[in-house]
C-alpha cells in the first residue's frame, strides 16, 4: 500500500483549522493521562516484574518496609554535645506515627548479652566453665586429702575465667561506644529510626525525611554545639535522593532540551514564529507518546525519564526537514499549496522511510528483558512515529494557518544560486582514507574498552554535603543485606543452616560473611545450657564451705548470671529484634545474609548473588535471597546478555526496513556504511576520553543505529533524487538540514549531560558522540563513496 | 571442710601410730581391709591419745611417721598418680620419687594429724573386694550435723602381707584421680623432671621448716 501524500496535503490544506482541532483535543486528554506517569527510580524498576528477584525484592519491601533503618548521624567538636542532641531528637521522634521504633544505641542490647551471657556462650565453653567449677570444688576437697600435694608456686585457679571472659567481652566497648554507635571517625553518634511506611512509597518518604528535617530543625542543633551536624544515612534517605535527583533531572533535561533546540532553530531559519509550526506540533506528538506510554507501561524509569529530552530533540528534525523543504519550495516561487504537496511528497516520503526505519528499529528492542531496553524502545519508537504523523500533517495545518493569516514572509523574487549549483564531492579519496584510518585505529582499541564494575559509579551524584561522620561497618553490614523471606521459625532455620552449609563448602572463596534470622539472636542448645547453670548453681550452693574468701566473690560474680530462664523473641531487646520487623513493628521470619566481599564492584555482587539467590534447603524447599546488590547484578547479566543481542537485531531491523525502501543491496551497503564506521568511532572517543561501556551508556548504542541511519538515509535520497553529480548540491541542502537536525538532536541529548543521575549522563555523553560521528560520517564518508562510484560509472 | 581433712589425717595417724606401738603380725591378722582400719584405729588413738595436749614427743612424731609409711602403699599411690610417666621411669628414679613422696607427706600432714587428733570418729559402713583382690572401704565421718563419706581404696601388695591404703576419695574426689590430672597438666606443660624437682623443693622446704 502506498500512501498518497499528495492526497494528505490537499486535505489538511482544506480542513487545517479542524485538524489542529482535534490534534489540540488529543494532546489534551494525552496530556491529562501523561501527567499520572508515575517515576520508578528504583534501579529494581529496570528489571522484569516476573524476575524471582524482583519478585521477592517487592514482597521484602511490601512486608520489611525498607531494609534497615534510617540513620541520623549527628557529629560535631564535642562528642557529648551530640549525644545530648541525640537524646533529644530521640525523645522528640519517638511519638512520631511515621517511626515504629526510634534505637538511641545499643545500652540495652549490651546489658542483654550481659546478663544471658553464659546462655550466649558456646555450649563448649559453658561446659568448660562448668568443668571449671567442678575442677575447682575436687581441688578444694583434695587439698582436704592427707595424700594431696599441690604445686606452691604453680597453682592453677580453675576459677580464673578471664580468657573466657575476654573471649565474649565486646573488645573496645568502653565510655560512650558501650551505649551508643559512634561514626566511624569517633566524632559523632548515629540514631537509628525505623519507619512505619514502605521505602517505595515516595510521598511516605519525602514526608517521613521532610518531618525529621522540621523536628530536627526546631531542637536546633547549634543550640547544643555551634559545630553539630546532622546527616542522614540508609535506604530511606537514599531511595528518596534518588528519587529527587531524577525529578529534578527530568525536569532539567526538558527545560535544556526546549531552550536549546528552539533557540537552534530560530537561529537557523532566522524566523521568529517559525519555531512555532515545529514546537508545537512536536510537543503535541510527544503528548500523544507519553499518554500512551501511561497507557501501555504506567510508569517512567530512571533511563526513560529522559526521553522527554531525547524524543523532543529527534522529533524536531521531522520538523526542520519539513519546514526547510517548504521554505526552499517557496523560495523557489510556488505557492503554499504546491510548496506543501512538493515538501510533503518528497521529504515527507523519506521521513517517513527514516522514521519508519528508526521507530522499527527502537521496537526491536521491545524483546528485551531489560527495561532499560524494552521500555526505551518501546517510547521512542512510538514517539518517533507520533512525531512523523504530527510533522505530516499537523505541522503543515499550522504551515496553511499561518500564510492564510499572513504571519510569515517566504517568498523571494530570485532563488539563492547555492540551491540549484550542482558539483562533485571535492576530496573522496582522501576522506576514504582518513575514515579508514580512524576507523582502523578505533577497532584497534576496542577491546581495550574497560567495563564499569563499579556500583558506585553509577549511582546518582545527589549532591549532598559529603557528613564529617561515616557508618561504622558494624552498621554498614545491616544495612543492605541479601533477605530470604521465610515463613517460620523452622523454614529461616533450614536456610540458615543450608547458607552456612554453602560457606563452609566453599570455605575462602566464599562471598558470605555472615548469616542470620531473627531467631539467631535466641542462644542455641538452651536445655543443654539451662541443665548445666541449674547444676552449677547447686555444685556452688553445696560447695560453698570449700571456697575461701576470694573465691566466694568470684563464686558470686559467677552465681548472677545463674539467674537465667529459657529465652524467646519476646525476651530479646528491640535493638536486637528491630532489623528482623515489620514495618508494624511485629518480629518477622526472614533471613539476612551479608556480604564477606564489597558489592560495588559487580563481579563481586554477581558471585554472591549466584551463591545465594536460589537455596535448596533440606527441607526440600527452595527459597530465594533479594537486595538491591542482586538486583544490580542479575541487571549487569542481563543487560550484558542483552545489549549485544540489542545492537544485532536493531542493525538487522534497519538493513531490512532499508533494503525494502531502496530495493538495492548495494545501496543498503553505501548507507549502512557511515552508521557502522559512526560505531566504531564511538568506540574510538570511548577510548581516548578513557570512558568505560556501562549498563546505562550502552543503552545508546541502538539509540545511535536507530538515530544515526537517518543521516545518510536523507544524504542517499536527495542524492537519488537529484542524480548524477549533485552531491555539493546535496550537502549544501540536505546536508545543512541534517547539520541543523543533527545539533537539535545533540542539544536534546546535551540536556542529559548536566543530569545528576548517570544513566542520563552516560546516555548523553555516549548518544553525543554516536549522533556527531553518525553525521560526520554521512556527510563525507557516504559522499565519499558516492563520488567514487560516480567515477566508477563513468 | 577443712574438719574433714582433719578427720581423714586423724584417721591415718591413728593407724600409723597403732601400727608402730603394735606388733606388726597384729595387722596381718586382720582377715579384712576394715578390720585392718579397725584395728589401725585403735593402736592409733592409744598413741595419739596418750596425752592430753597436742603435742607429740620426738620419739611419738617417729613412731607416726613410721606408722604413715607403714599404713600406707606410697609406690601404688605414685605409680597410679604418674600413669604412664611411672612406666617411663628406670626403677631408680621409681625409688626417688616414692621417697620425695612419701616425705612431703610424711612431713606436710603429721603436725595436723597432731594438731587435731583428738577430732573425728569415723564409722566403717561397707566394703568392696574387687575379683583383683582390690579393696573399696566406706566410711562416714560427722562434719557439721552432715556425715562426708571417705573412701579408702586398700591393697594387699603382696599375698599374705597386710593391707596397704594407696587411695583416699574424700566427697568423691579421689587423690590418685586429682593428682594423675595435675600432673599430668604439669608435665606436659614442662616435664618429669620440672615436677620431681619441684616436689624436692617442697620436701626440702619442709625438712628445712621441721
Known sequence: MRISYERIVHYVYHHHVGIILVALAMSVLSGSLASQLRIKADPADLLPDDYISVRELNRIKERVGGIGPLMIVITGDELTASIQFLNALADSLKHSPLLSSVIRGRTEEVEFLSDNRLLYMDLADLQDVQQRVYDKVELEKLKRSPLYIGFDDEEEDPLDVSDLEAKYSQAGLTGFERDYYLTAEGNGVILRVYPTGVITDVKFTRRLLGDIRGTIDDIRPTRFHPSLEVTFSGSFKNASAQYNVVVKDLQSTALYAFLGVLLLISLYFRQILSPLFIVLPLLMSLSWTFGLTWIVIGNLNQITVCLFAILFGLGIDFGIHIFARYREARRRGLNTEAALVETVCHTGSALSTTAVTTAVAFFSLLFSDFKGFSEFGFIVGAGIMFSLVAMLIVCPAFIVLVERLRLIKLQQKSVPQHLVRRGRYPVPHLTLILGVLATGYSLYHLDKLGFEYDFKQLKPDTQEETPRGSIPDELKETRSPAIVLTENRQQAMEVVAEVRRVMAARGDSSTIRSVKSVYSFLPDAQPEKLAIIADLQQVLDENEDLLDEDDRIRADSLRTFLNVHELTLEDLPEDLTKS?????????????????????????????????????????????????????AEMLELMLDDAVKAVVLTLLVVSIVLLIDLRNVLSVILVLTPLLTALAWVTGFMYIFDFKVNIYNIVAFPTIIGMGID???????????????????VLRTTGVALLATTLTTMVGFAGLVPAHHPALYWIGIVSLLGLGSCFVSAVTLLPALLQLREGRGS | MKTLGVLCCLLLTAASVHGATEDAQVALKQPTPTAFLEAHDGRVRAIVLRDSTDSLTADEREQVRLLINEAFDFRELSRQSLGDTWDARTDAEREEFVSVYRGIIERQNLDMFVRYHRDGGIAYTGE???????????????????????????????????????????????????????????????????????????????????
Do not use: C, M
Not at chain 1, 518480629?587 to 549466584?610: H, T, Y
Not at chain 1, 545518510?712 to 548540491?729: C, T
Not at chain 2, 550435723?145 to 581404696?153: D, G, N
Not at chain 2, 596397704?164 to 579421689?174: C, E, K, S
Open chain 1, 711 to 729: 543521516n545518510a538515509v536523507h544524504v542517499f535520497h536527495r542524492y537519488r533524487e537529484s542524480g548524477i553529480g549533485s552531491l555539493r548540491l
Open chain 1, 580 to 632: 528482623f520487623s515489620s514495618k508494624e513493628g511485629k518480629i518477622l521470619s526472614f533471613v539476612q545474609i551479608n556480604a564477606a566481599v564489597p558489592l560495588r564492584d559487580g563481579r563481586n555482587a554477581i558471585a554472591f548473588a549466584d551463591e545465594i539467590k536460589k537455596i535448596e534447603a533440606a527441607d526440600g524447599n527452595t527459597y530465594y535471597a533479594s537486595s538491591a546488590h542482586i538486583i544490580f
Open chain 2, 128 to 210: 568392696q573386694i574387687g575379683e583383683d583382690g582390690r579393696a573399696v572401704v566406706l566410711g562416714e565421718v560427722p562434719v557439721k550435723k552432715e556425715k562426708k563419706i571417705i573412701a579408702y581404696s586398700l591393697h594387699r601388695p603382696d599375698p599374705g602381707k597386710q593391707w596397704q591404703i594407696y587411695d583416699l576419695t574424700v566427697d568423691g574426689a579421689g587423690t590418685v584421680a586429682g593428682n594423675r590430672r595435675a600432673w599430668s597438666r604439669y608435665i606436659a606443660r614442662n616435664s618429669y623432671e620440672k615436677l620431681l624437682e619441684g616436689l624436692r623443693k617442697k620436701l626440702a622446704k619442709l625438712e628445712g621448716a621441721g
